[in-house]
Nanobody, 124 residues
Framework: QVQLVESGGGLVQAGGSLRLSCAASGRAISNFVMGWFRQAPGKEREFVSAISWSGGNRLYADSVKGRSTISRDNAKNTVYLQMNSLKPEDTADYYC?????????????????WGQGTQVTISS
């Protein structure tokens, strides 16, 4: 089992930045693809970003590409999502997830473990 706990959310003005963290426990995540997803009120959960085991392969949704950077520190069992130039449409609950496969994928159904989420609100 892997337990994931997100942190770093909050209320930020448009144009600002946030760094989300996802701390894992229970197992080392070095052999997990890690992903970030978000869900806005009334909308389906959507892919934001994912990173391979070593960090060498990173995938981003078009909506955040160029404004966000995913990274991981396997020694700390932690994954990060740096978000810049935030927009009101980035407002959502952000979830960290772990996929115990080799492939970096966007579909939520591939991810085995999920955190409880951290709320991000961007004011205009």
């Amino acid at each position: 089992q892997v337990q994931l706990v997100e942190s770093g959310g909050g209320l930020v003005q448009a144009g600002g930045s946030l760094r989300l963290s996802c701390a894992a426990s229970g197992r080392a995540i070095s052999n997990f693809v890690m992903g970030w997803f978000r869900q806005a009120p009334g909308k389906e959960r959507e892919f934001v970003s994912a990173i391979s085991w070593s960090g060498g392969n990173r995938l981003y949704a078009d909506s955040v590409k160029g404004r966000s950077t995913i990274s991981r520190d396997n020694a700390k069992n932690t994954v990060y999502l740096q978000m810049n130039s935030l927009k009101p449409e980035d407002t959502a609950d952000y979830y960290c997830a772990a996929d115990n496969s080799w492939y970096v994928r966007q579909e939520p159904r591939h991810y085995n473990y999920w955190g409880q989420g951290t709320q991000v609100t961007i004011s205009s």
